[in-house]
């Protein structure tokens, strides 16, 4: 690929990438605000409640992904093409460009999985529940609270 049909490639994904965040960030605002994150069961109804609206932002959210991956491969390649001794950083970005992609993946499938039930029992309240908890502790420690 030349260098002007990366460089527009690249563009090209960073400003589509731009669009479809745009058309999915007032999808996260259509949540009930008053709905308690620690109630797993109030959560699974607020989702169902919203399960189209759900699957509409996840479904954009990997078409954002695809856009994302695009554009952090043709950022290495412009980087690793200006300056070979700079490439680590341009793989360091397509890196971590990757892990935050597979990250929101897993938030994605938690995300979708409640979603189209309405009533779940409690157990499956507690899968939902458990691991958010268990994600939101994990850092706790190397700030110091426990």
Known sequence: ???AALR???GLAALASV?????IFPLYTMADPAVSLYNGASIAEDLFRLRHIVFTRILLGLVL??????????LRELVR???PT????????????AV??????VANGLE???APARRLSGGACRAVGEPMRATLASPSPAVGRP
């Open 65 to 74: 992904y695809i856009t994302l991956m695009i554009f952090a491969v043709g």
């Open 81 to 83: 093409r200006a300056s």
């Open 100 to 105: 935050w992609v597979g990250v929101t993946l």
């Open 86 to 97: 700079h490439e680590w950083l341009g793989t360091l970005s397509f890196g971590a460009m």
């Open 1 to 3: 690929m030349t260098h």
């Open 112 to 114: 979708g999985g409640p």
């Open 19 to 23: 669009g479809v965040w745009l058309a």
């Open 8 to 10: 527009k490639l690249t």
